[in-house]
Nanobody, 125 residues
Framework: QVQLVESGGGLVQAGDSLRLSCASS????????MSWFRQAPGKEREFAAG????????YYADSVKGRFTISRDFAKNTVYLQMNSLKPEDTAVYYC??????????????????WGQGTQVTVSS
């Protein structure tokens, strides 16, 4: 069993930065690929960024590429999402997700085994 707890969300202005954290319980953190998804009101949950279980490769949605950076700290069992140059369209609830081993489709919600409760990010113009 893996529990994920996100933190770091808040209200910021366009152009600001935020860093989200996702703390994982359990001893198998290193076996899971980790991703950040986001869901805006009235929209489907969408993939934002992912990192392999080794931490060796990262993947990004086109909408965040060059602005967001995902990383993981194995000692702290934590995944981070550094978000720079935030835009109003980045406003959403951000969710951390864990998928065991290698993933076939990083953007497919059903490929993930565990989800956090989400943290709200609001970007004002």
């Amino acid at each position: 069993q893996v529990q994920l707890v996100e933190s770091g969300g808040g209200l910021v202005q366009a152009g600001d930065s935020l860093r989200l954290s996702c703390a994982s319980s359990g001893r198998t953190f290193g076996s899971y690929a980790m991703s950040w998804f986001r869901q805006a009101p009235g929209k489907e949950r969408e993939f934002a960024a992912g990192i392999t279980w080794t931490g060796g490769r990262t993947y990004y949605a086109d909408s965040v590429k060059g602005r967001f950076t995902i990383s993981r700290d194995f000692a702290k069992n934590t995944v981070y999402l550094q978000m720079n140059s935030l835009k109003p369209e980045d406003t959403a609830v951000y969710y951390c997700a864990a998928g065991y081993g290698g993933l076939q489709d990083w953007s497919r919600v059903t490929d993930y085994d565990y989800w956090g409760q989400g943290t709200q990010v609001t970007v004002s113009s």
